[in-house]
C-alpha cells in the first residue's frame, strides 16, 4: 500500500507545482488588511454603563439628590459630555437637613456635565413638597441658574390654581413661574361652587406669578 500510495504522486505535473509555489509565495507576501470604519464622536460607546441605580449625589459637600435608574451611561467620548439615563430617571432634592424638597420624573434624560443642564423627555413629572405638581414631555433645568424651562405644552398646578401653556419658566422651587400663551386659569375654590365656570384667560396672555430680572429664553439645546 505504502508503494502505491507513493506511485500517485510521480504523476503531479512538475508546472502544476510551480503555479502552486507562485501563489504561495505571494499569498504570504501580500496579506490582505482587514479595517473597520472609522468610529466617529456620535458612534462612540459609554465610558461606563450601569444597571439598577440608586445613588446619593452631593454639591458643595451636602447630599442634596437621590438618583434611581435602571441604566445609567456616563459618556465623556463626545461633546458636549454627557450623562445618559434611557430607560427612565427618579430623582429627589433634599434640603440642608436631608428632607424630601421635590421629585422628578421622566421616561428619558440627559446631564450635561459641563454646563449643568438636564434635558428631560417623556412624562416629565414634578412634585414639591408644597403640593405643586408640574407636567410636559419635555423640561430643561440649569443648575448653575436655578431654573426650570420648558418649549413645550406645560401643566402646573398648584393649590390656589391650575395653568398651562406653549412656554414655561420657573425656578427650581416652583415658588416663581411663568407661562405665556396661556389656555386658561382658574382658582381651585371656583371648582366648588356651583353654577360657576372656570375663569378664562385671554388667548395668547400670560398667567403670571411676577419674577423680577426675567431673562429671555434660552435657545433650546440639540439632543
Given at each position: ?7 500517485l504522486y510521480?504523476f ?14 505571494f ?10 470604519p ?11 454603563t ?20 435602571e ?9 458636549p ?57 419635555e ?38 413661574y411663568f ?6 386659569s ?5 371648582m366648588?361652587?356651583?353654577?360657576t ?27
Open positions: 500500500m505504502i508503494k502505491a500510495k507513493n506511485k510521480t503531479v505535473p512538475s508546472w502544476c507545482l510551480g503555479i502552486m509555489m507562485v501563489l504561495s509565495f499569498a504570504c507576501n501580500n496579506p490582505k488588511e482587514h479595517t473597520a472609522a468610529i466617529h464622536a456620535r458612534d462612540s460607546v459609554a465610558m461606563m450601569s444597571y439598577g441605580v440608586n445613588t446619593l449625589i452631593s454639591d458643595s459637600g451636602v447630599m442634596r439628590y437621590r438618583i434611581v435608574t441604566r445609567w451611561e456616563v459618556n465623556e467620548n463626545v461633546d459630555k454627557r450623562w445618559i439615563f434611557r430607560r427612565g430617571l427618579f430623582l429627589e432634592q433634599f434640603d440642608e437637613k436631608f428632607h424630601v424638597e421635590a421629585y422628578i420624573q421622566s421616561d428619558t434624560a440627559f446631564f450635561l456635565t459641563e454646563q449643568n443642564i438636564w434635558h428631560l423627555i417623556g412624562n416629565v413629572r414634578i412634585r414639591t413638597k408644597d403640593g405643586v405638581r408640574y407636567n410636559s414631555e423640561l430643561y433645568w440649569d443648575q448653575n441658574k436655578h431654573e426650570l424651562y420648558s418649549y413645550r405644552f406645560s401643566r402646573l398646578v398648584t393649590p390656589e390654581r391650575e395653568m398651562q401653556g406653549a412656554y414655561f419658566r420657573s425656578d427650581e422651587q416652583l415658588h416663581r407661562i405665556s400663551n396661556s389656555k386658561g382658574f382658582m381651585k375654590s371656583d366648588f361652587k356651583e353654577d365656570t372656570s375663569q378664562k384667560a385671554p388667548s395668547d396672555t400670560a398667567a403670571v406669578v411676577p419674577k423680577r430680572g426675567m431673562t429671555k429664553p434660552h435657545r433650546k439645546l440639540a439632543n
